[in-house]
């Protein structure tokens, strides 16, 4: 998985973002599939979509959350996989 935290994540046009009272929706407009965020994913979402890297986003939640580094990872990794084959996030070479 080291390959996949090098990754730079972006968000597709044709995917809408609703955030509300912390959590988000993400839907594909395209493939009509939709994701929903609590709190702690929605932070995930934005550090994965305003980093430069998943291991970056990784290093900026590590900092946010007092969790188990080992199981942060794993989670990030967990969700970067399910937005990927929902659409929701495509990954750009750097």
């Given at each position: 998985m080291k390959e996949l935290l090098s990754k730079r994540v972006?968000?597709?046009?044709?995917?809408?973002?609703?955030?509300?009272?912390?959590?988000?929706?993400?839907?594909?407009?395209?493939?009509g599939r939709y994701f929903g965020l609590d709190d702690v994913g929605t932070d995930m979402?934005?550090?994965?979509?305003t980093s430069a890297s998943i291991a970056q986003a990784l290093a900026q939640l590590t900092a946010l959350?007092?969790?188990?580094a080992a199981l942060l990872k794993s989670d990030l990794e967990n969700l970067v996989t399910r937005l990927a084959e929902y659409?929701?996030?495509?990954f750009d070479d750097s």
């Amino acid at each position: 998985m080291k390959e996949l935290l090098s990754k730079r994540v972006s968000v597709p046009a044709d995917v809408l973002i609703n955030e509300i009272a912390g959590e988000s929706v993400l839907l594909n407009l395209d493939g009509g599939r939709y994701f929903g965020l609590d709190d702690v994913g929605t932070d995930m979402w934005k550090a994965l979509t305003t980093s430069a890297s998943i291991a970056q986003a990784l290093a900026q939640l590590t900092a946010l959350y007092d969790a188990d580094a080992a199981l942060l990872k794993s989670d990030l990794e967990n969700l970067v996989t399910r937005l990927a084959e929902y659409g929701l996030i495509k990954f750009d070479d750097s």
